[in-house]
């Protein structure tokens, strides 16, 4: 569970895990995970920030192939790329969640806002890209923007919005994204705290 801010996950890998392999929860902001493999899992990535509904999170040259969650942010603006996202049961990417989480006591606030760029989507289970309204009283949307994205050997790149925003926000650091092409050579070789990187060392 990541509650800080500066905060930068990197190699790790995990297998059957019930929940969420790695949950960006109260207070944090300016997360960055990076080289992440997950499979065999219930859940891998979800962001809910009770506290800070302008969460800013990084997914980068990772290997997702939990069921779900790849992932699903509640609010605030991720920007995704170079990921290989794969074989889930229900969904790839989702931005926007229910108002009120079932069970809890936890309210969501705020709209969530993903740029996915030059990721490889493939075998999923329902919808690649999804972004929703919350269930509770409307207020809050998800937008979702693909950019040179790969869903199932189409190309993609677009709004998956409600109201088909042209832009969603400025990605706020110098970065080279990989075409999407190379993104599963480089994810099998770098992803996971075993990865070809460590061999030498």
């Known amino acids: 569970r990541v509650y800080g801010q500066n905060i930068w996950l990197d190699k790790l890998e995990a297998t059957k895990f019930d929940d969420d392999f790695i949950n ?3 207070g944090a ?3 960055t995970t990076s080289r992440i493999k ?3 899992t219930h859940k891998s990535i979800f962001t809910f920030n009770t506290t800070n509904p302008d969460t800013r999170l990084t997914i980068h040259s990772s290997d997702l192939s939990s069921n779900q969650r790849s992932p699903w942010l509640s609010a605030g603006r991720a920007h995704v790329f170079n990921n290989w996202i794969h074989n889930t049961t229900t969904h790839g ?3 926007g969640r229910a108002t009120r989480q079932k069970n809890t006591n936890f309210v969501h606030r705020g709209n969530a806002m993903i740029i996915t760029e030059q990721n490889v989507y493939e075998n ?3 919808r690649a890209l999804i972004a929703s309204t919350d ?3 409307g207020i809050f949307e998800g937008f979702l923007e693909s ?3 790969n869903l199932n050997g189409q190309a993609s790149s677009g709004n998956v919005t409600f109201n088909n925003r042209p832009s969603i926000f400025q990605i706020p650091y110098a970065y080279t994204a990989i075409p999407n092409a190379q993104v ?3 994810v099998k070789s770098e992803a996971g705290a075993s990865s070809s990187l460590d061999s030498g060392r």
């Open 24 to 26: 960006i929860l109260v």
């Open 29 to 31: 902001d300016f997360i």
């Open 38 to 40: 997950s499979y065999n």
């Open 93 to 95: 990417s989702v931005a």
């Open 124 to 126: 999923i289970g329902t």
């Open 135 to 137: 269930t509770g009283v």
């Open 147 to 149: 950019v040179n994205d």
């Open 184 to 186: 599963k050579q480089l």
